[in-house]
């Protein structure tokens, strides 16, 4: 159980174009899921804690017009990089947490590797 | 401000032989301790963790960590390294928002 997917796995955009990556926890309702992003050879950064149903809290440092963030349900949350630049290519990663899960612990998903040309 | 450190960024060890990872952190009140393994190009794996009670925590894989409040340390062990085990451990601190704090990740290769 507690198996988060992430689509795509991979995706090659071009400058100035807009992507959308899907989260979804598979087996158990998410109330609140985490955005990270991770660059090579890189520990991992939050970049936001989606709650379903309202706005994403973004940490510092974070553009929130360029990185939107909808948690529509509880079973999915997106994240759409607008007008995409090579600076963005990175690896996304997200978690998901459920209210019925254990204390504290977050189920991540496989990641997404986005390259921008 | 919460932090951890893993002041390892690159360790290597002989198949069969043991391991320590080290892993620091700066938290004012209990903290809660995770480990998490990533192979390449993959997301995180949860190894193990630590909310409470018994200090040494058994997890996945054969991997254990022992929580030393203080020395601020959770350090990853396990007794006989497989070749598999070769991949990037992050050690991860939960805050009182509810958001992991990690470190910086130690890199494992391992030695036939």
């Known amino acids: 159980g507690a198996v988060v997917s992430q689509h795509p796995s991979r995706v090659i955009c071009k400058s100035g174009t807009s992507v959308k990556i899907e989260c979804r926890s598979l087996d158990f309702q998410a109330t609140t899921m985490f955005w990270y992003r991770q660059f090579p050879k890189k520990s991992l950064m939050l970049m936001a804690t989606s709650n379903e149903g309202s706005k994403a809290t973004y940490e510092q440092g974070v553009e929130k017009d360029k990185f939107l963030i909808n948690h529509a349900s509880l079973t999915l949350s997106t994240l759409t990089v607008t007008s995409a630049h090579p600076e963005d290519s990175s690896f996304y990663i997200c978690?998901?947490?459920?209210?019925?899960?254990?204390?504290?612990?977050?189920?991540f998903g496989p990641g997404t590797r986005l390259t921008v040309t | 401000a919460q932090s951890v450190t893993q002041p390892d960024i690159h360790i290597t060890v002989s198949e069969g032989a043991s391991l320590e990872l080290r892993c620091n952190y700066s938290y004012g009140a209990t903290p809660y301790l995770f480990w998490y393994v990533q192979s390449p190009g993959q997301g995180l794996q949860l190894l193990l963790k630590y909310f409470s009670g018994d200090t040494l925590v058994q997890g996945i894989k054969g991997f254990e960590a022992e929580f030393k409040r203080s020395q601020s340390s959770f350090n990853l062990r396990k007794p006989s390294v497989h070749w598999s085990d070769a991949a990037e451990y992050f050690c991860?601190?939960?805050?009182?928002?509810?958001?992991?704090?990690f470190g910086q990740g130690t890199e494992l290769s391992v030695k036939p």
């Open positions: 978690s998901a947490r459920s209210p019925a899960g254990e204390l504290g612990e977050q189920y």
């Open positions: 991860a601190v939960e805050n009182q928002g509810g958001k992991l704090i």
